[in-house]
């Protein structure tokens, strides 16, 4: 099997590993896995932080490095890149499906993403990298994914003014919801209530 195929195929194990926090979604899916390569005989994945100081990247490291050492590949190398960062608007659509059939809210798209202008969508899961696949960037034989790593570009303003979101109850499915706590479970989560079902649920943040 040639160095393309190693790849695909490591991307494609790498690509099933689940988020520790949120296991409905696979790190894939959470678009926190960027990008697969192999050099030699060393499998290297590289993932990025939802948020500075995220607990879970040891598991992720963890993890990684287990089912693909379990698939066969001798040495693996996990690295973690810090640029561009993450964005909540990296989960795929298969991602926020889940999300919602798990009963948590998912994460609003930021503006600029609806209206198309990042150029880089959620992935939707899978071994499919932006631009077709292996080597889609620039010619990087036996890379696959790329991550999101094409995003937008630019300084991304903060905003520390109130926080309003218009979220829909993912039991009931209605807009009346009131928010308990911006602290839920997890830092990446706010806890709701739905006024009309009275039942509490967890939105995960847009970051």
């Not at 099997?1 to 899916?29: Q, Y």
């Amino acid at each position: 099997m040639g160095v393309e195929g190693l790849a695909a195929r490591a991307w494609a194990v790498a690509g099933e590993v689940r988020d520790p926090e949120m296991p409905m979604l696979t790190l894939a899916d959470l678009g926190v896995l960027r990008g697969v390569q192999v050099e030699g005989d060393v499998v290297i994945t590289s993932i990025t932080p939802t948020y500075s100081g995220c607990p879970a990247m040891a598991t992720m490291r963890d993890d990684l490095i287990d089912r693909l050492t379990h698939a066969g590949f001798a040495r693996v190398e996990v690295r973690v890149v810090l640029d561009p960062a993450w964005s909540s608007d990296w989960i795929s659509d298969r991602g926020r499906a889940a999300l919602s059939e798990a009963g948590l809210s998912p994460p609003a798209l930021s503006r600029s993403r609806r209206a198309g202008r990042d150029g880089a969508g959620p992935r939707g899961g899978g071994p499919v990298a932006r631009g077709g696949g292996p080597a889609a960037r620039g010619g990087d034989a036996g890379v696959w994914g790329g991550g999101p790593g094409t995003w937008g570009g630019g300084p991304v303003a903060l905003s520390l003014g109130p926080i309003r979101r218009a979220l829909r109850c993912p039991r009931c499915g209605s807009a009346h919801t009131q928010l308990l706590s911006e602290f839920g479970a997890t830092a990446c989560k706010a806890l709701y209530r739905c006024t009309e079902c009275l039942e509490p649920f967890e939105h995960v943040k847009e970051i």
